[in-house]
């Protein structure tokens, strides 16, 4: 069993910043890419940034050069930092990963229940 636990989200004002943290638990036997996704209401799951183990980075155009994604191999967490929100940021954060149970051939997706980010004055 694993399990991806989300942390750090709230209500910000635009402008402002928020940190938020994911750790997987669980038997697991190796992390390859871990993420952010979001979902606003009335709209798809979107990808905002993804990492994978050796460190390369992914993100969307709309959070680039805002939003900082980092992890710890070691300590299979992942962490997203943002700066400068937006109104529409607002969303449920889910916290992702692809990787290989203990005891599995094949790795599969992951998520988090998710964590509400506000972005409002």
């Known amino acids: 069993q694993v399990q991806l636990v989300e942390s750090g989200g709230g209500l910000v004002q635009p402008g402002g910043s928020l940190r938020l943290s994911c750790a997987a638990s669980g038997s697991i036997f190796n992390i390859y890419a871990m993420g952010w996704y979001r979902q606003a209401p009335g709209k798809q799951r979107e990808l905002v940034a993804t990492?994978?183990?050796?460190?390369?980075?992914n993100y969307a155009d709309s959070v680039k050069g805002r939003f900082t994604i980092s992890r710890d191999n070691a300590k299979n967490t992942v962490a997203l930092q943002m700066k400068s929100l937006k109104p529409e940021d607002t969303a449920v954060y889910y916290c992702?990963?692809?990787?290989?149970?203990?005891?599995?051939?094949?790795?599969?997706?992951?998520w988090g229940l998710g964590t509400q980010v506000t972005v409002s004055s």
């Open positions: 992702y990963a692809d990787l290989l149970q203990v005891g599995f051939t094949t790795a599969g997706d992951y």
């Open positions: 990492i994978t183990s050796g460190g390369s980075r």
